[in-house]
């Protein structure tokens, strides 16, 4: 079940009709909610009205591939990092594996599909989800606590230790308290810009997603909910980018027009910010996992990594399998959100 209580939307991708339909069918039978398409291309429509709870995708397809969609959904959909992506393949082959791993990947199903296999799967999927979700809920409700009514220069002096970037915003929208990373971040004028009358990003169609992003938490901060929402920044100098995450903070216990509705949560672009001492206590890495997960959660690709440190990319894949072991993650997206949540907060020297 997801979060409203619905049964969970599954979006099938499989370009054979006869297989598609067989997995519909065995989907509803188990009580799951089902969308069908037969191709990439396809399954992107989908993706721009509907957001499913997990997606079963074919690797090999006439058009936009299995990849080509991960890599859309990854890129276009930063609100999904969360959702299960099940790959279904005839290959089986160890390199398959590791390319799809490294795409961001959850899991793999091999043709002929055992469909009991494939309902166990998505079961432990969306339990693990469910449980990742909790988890979140908790430190943002922390998170609202500690900035609910922040003031005086011992605040400002505790948010400036941190190598995220962070704004709070009040009631109009307007910056009521800016910590040094969001400054420096804003002062070399790649992502973003900060003014007396709000945060907005250099790239046009990132700031469209910003400002939805701010407008949709303030109106829920007015009305006493909660509600996060994310948002991809580019760069306007390169190819890279930054996260941003808007978290609406409901409850007031001051109602005047400077009290922080709105905490806005920057990743920080620079990598050597991030504390690989930190990593190596927290959760028992080697230097070199603990150097591979700050790069990862800095927004660099595995790739990257792989040419930074000069090793192949099967051997990025052998310390990642390490890493999700050490953690408790399963997927490169949860690995970042864990890192973000905690240890990668801390400005490393």
Same mark, same amino acid.
């Given at each position: 079940m997801t979060q409203d209580s619905q049964p969970a939307l599954i979006l099938v991708i499989e370009d054979e009709d006869a297989l598609r339909c067989d997995i519909v069918e065995e989907l509803t039978d188990a009580g799951y909610r089902t969308r069908a398409v037969k191709d990439g291309d396809a399954a992107l429509a989908v993706l721009a009205e509907y957001t499913p709870d997990l997606l079963l995708c074919d690797i090999n397809m006439p058009g936009l591939d299995g990849y080509g969609v991960l890599k859309a959904l990854r890129t276009r959909r930063p609100d999904m990092a969360m959702t299960p992506f099940v790959f279904l393949t005839a290959l089986s082959e160890p390199r398959e594996v590791v390319e799809g791993k490294l795409s961001g990947a959850d899991d793999y199903l091999v043709k002929p599909v055992d469909y009991d296999l494939m309902l166990a799967t998505i079961s432990a999927r969306l339990r693990q989800?469910?449980?990742?979700?909790?988890?979140?809920?908790?430190?943002?409700?922390?998170?609202?606590?500690?900035?609910?009514? @922040? /003031?005086?220069?011992?605040?400002?002096?505790?948010?400036?230790?941190? =190598?995220?970037?962070?704004?709070?915003?009040?009631?109009?929208?307007?910056?009521?308290? /800016?910590?040094?990373? &969001?400054?420096?971040?804003? &002062?070399? %004028?790649? %992502?973003?810009?900060?003014?007396?009358?709000?945060?907005?990003?250099?790239?046009?169609? =990132?700031?469209?997603?910003?400002?939805?992003?701010?407008?949709?938490?303030?109106? &829920?901060?007015?009305?006493?909910?909660?509600?996060?929402?994310?948002?991809?920044?580019?760069?306007?100098?390169?190819? /890279?980018?930054?996260?941003?995450?808007?978290?609406? @903070?409901?409850?007031?216990?001051? &109602?005047? =027009?400077?009290?922080?509705?709105?905490?806005? %949560?920057?990743? =920080?672009?620079?990598?050597q910010r991030v504390s690989q001492a930190l990593l190596i206590d927290l959760f028992g890495l080697t230097p070199t996992e603990a150097r591979i997960a700050g790069a990862l959660a800095c927004g660099a690709r595995p790739a990257d990594v792989a040419a930074e440190m000069g090793v192949s990319q099967t051997t990025i894949a052998f310390h990642m399998r390490n890493l999700f072991q050490k953690t408790g993650t399963n997927r490169q997206a949860d690995l970042i959100a864990l890192i973000l949540s905690g240890p990668m907060m801390i400005k490393s020297d």
């Open positions: 989800v469910e449980r990742i979700r909790t988890r979140h809920d908790d430190e943002m409700t922390h998170l609202r606590g500690a900035f609910d009514g @922040l /003031t005086g220069e011992g605040v400002e002096q505790a948010l400036d230790l941190m =190598s995220l970037g962070i704004v709070l915003l009040g009631k109009q929208g307007k910056p009521v308290l /800016t910590n040094r990373a &969001a400054h420096d971040m804003a &002062a070399e %004028f790649q %992502f973003i810009r900060i003014g007396a009358d709000g945060v907005y990003a250099n790239d046009p169609p =990132s700031d469209r997603q910003l400002q939805q992003a701010i407008a949709a938490t303030l109106d &829920a901060a007015q009305d006493g909910t909660e509600k996060v929402v994310g948002a991809m920044l580019l760069s306007r100098l390169d190819a /890279t980018n930054i996260s941003a995450l808007a978290c609406a @903070l409901p409850n007031h216990s001051n &109602a005047g =027009s400077d009290a922080p509705r709105v905490a806005l %949560f920057l990743s =920080s672009p620079d990598r």
